[in-house]
């Protein structure tokens, strides 16, 4: 089974400037999740989503972030315009359901100079 | 909210000593689910809790759910220099936010050979 694919792996870029990320989940996983995870924290949720519905958001920063899961598979995250504090590795997860163990990707790395 | 405190947020041991870690949260869980990151990786799924009192074990690794829900540990036995990695405990709520997973911040373990 292959896993979840994430790409690009890292991402250098000004700020100001935008930028996304793609995510590739495992084949009939209707549940997926995107995180960021900061320099020694634990992965914080942003977006989940249940098939190509949005079920929580509440943590995405709505003003630079959005995502969208067309034909609910796979996904892409975006943030324009970025921001210094955006420097993160972004990682993208997927489950079975609702609940369930949680796989993730290979993350991508965010710089911001 | 939920608040998840996992301690200690780092722990050295010689190569065959004993480590725990710790979960505690202020809610009642649906369930709990562990997680091992090891440097420059992702996170991968290692179990998950659901009943009160509840005790597993992988090999060197038991996992337990206290009675009231609100905390759980993670012990490795005579550890080795593999098991090296942040272990992250992620708590999941029930009711309406039932799929949202919080993470604690980690325990990083160091083993030395």
């Known amino acids: 089974e292959a896993g979840v694919v994430q790409s690009p792996r890292y991402k250098i870029i000004e700020k100001k400037q935008p930028v996304a990320f793609w995510c590739n989940p495992i084949?009939?996983?209707?549940?997926l999740y995107w995180y960021r995870q900061n320099l020694g924290q634990g992965p914080e949720l942003l977006i989940r989503?249940?098939?190509?519905?949005?079920?929580?958001d509440s943590q995405l920063p709505k003003d630079r972030f959005s995502a969208e899961r067309l034909k609910g598979v796979d996904s892409t995250l975006k943030i324009q315009p970025a921001e210094l504090g955006d420097s993160a590795v972004y990682l993208c997860a997927s489950s079975l359901g609702t609940g369930g163990p949680q796989h993730f990707g290979d993350g991508t790395r965010l710089s911001i100079l | 909210g939920q608040q998840v405190m996992q301690i200690p947020q780092y722990q050295h041991v010689q190569e065959g000593e004993d480590f725990t870690t710790y979960c505690n949260s202020s809610?009642?869980?649906?369930?709990i689910q562990w997680y091992k990151q090891r440097p420059g990786g992702h996170p991968v799924f290692l179990i998950q809790l659901v009943k009160s009192g509840e005790v597993k074990k992988q090999k060197r690794l038991t996992f337990q759910f206290g009675e009231a829900k609100k905390n759980s540990s993670l012990h490795i036995t005579a550890t080795q220099t593999t098991d090296v990695g942040t272990y992250f405990c992620?708590?999941?709520?029930?009711?309406?936010?039932?799929?949202?997973?919080?993470f604690g911040q980690g325990t990083i373990l160091t083993v030395h050979p």
């Open positions: 989503y249940e098939n190509e519905e949005a079920v929580d």
């Open positions: 809610t009642t869980l649906s369930n």
């Open positions: 084949s009939g996983h209707n549940t």
């Open positions: 992620a708590e999941q709520a029930g009711g309406t936010s039932y799929g949202k997973l919080t």
